[in-house]
């Protein structure tokens, strides 16, 4: 009698187990982070939102971007993400310290001309790489 309901028991563990397993994983970009300005921006499936201090919080989207809007998730390699300021070698260098794995998470966001990369440095820290034609800049964020 007594193995019956073990055999259940061990049997639903298994069942969720494997219902687990087949989960996506969290996104590890989800929720707010935060510039030393305090810009805040929340990271959602499709898109940001980007919060600036005392203004109104704007989802972006085609309607905010001229038209021009994409928006994703994928991982690049430091390479990669250090190649993002081909014309300036002071921001390859600051890249460069800043990127010590070979490869990251990113979210990238284009927007009319420019273009966002955001870099998951660790599960607190992220560094946002700024693109208008060639002319980069860099920003680091902290999850709030």
């Known amino acids: 009698m007594t193995t019956l309901p073990r055999f259940a028991v061990l049997a ?3 069942a969720l187990t494997a219902c687990a397993a087949l989960q996506p994983p969290a996104n590890p970009f989800a929720g707010s ?6 810009q805040q921006i929340a990271f959602r499936d499709t898109t940001i939102v980007v919060n ?3 203004a109104q919080a704007t989802a ?8 021009a809007f994409r928006f994703g998730y994928g991982r690049r390699s430091r390479e990669a993400l250090i190649g993002l300021a081909p014309h300036q070698p002071d921001l390859r260098g600051k890249l460069a310290s800043l990127l010590v ?12 001309e420019g273009a966002s990369t955001y870099v998951l440095l660790d599960e607190r820290d992220l560094v946002a790489i700024y693109r208008d034609r060639d002319i980069a800049g860099i920003e680091r964020l902290s999850r709030l």
Do not use: N
Request: hydrophobic share 30%.
């Open 52 to 54: 600036p201090p005392g």
């Open 12 to 14: 639903c563990l298994g």
């Open 33 to 38: 982070w935060t510039t030393a300005e305090r």
């Open 60 to 67: 972006m989207a085609a309607e905010s971007c001229d038209g």
């Open 101 to 112: 794995q070979p490869d990251y998470p990113v979210a990238e966001l284009a927007c009319g």
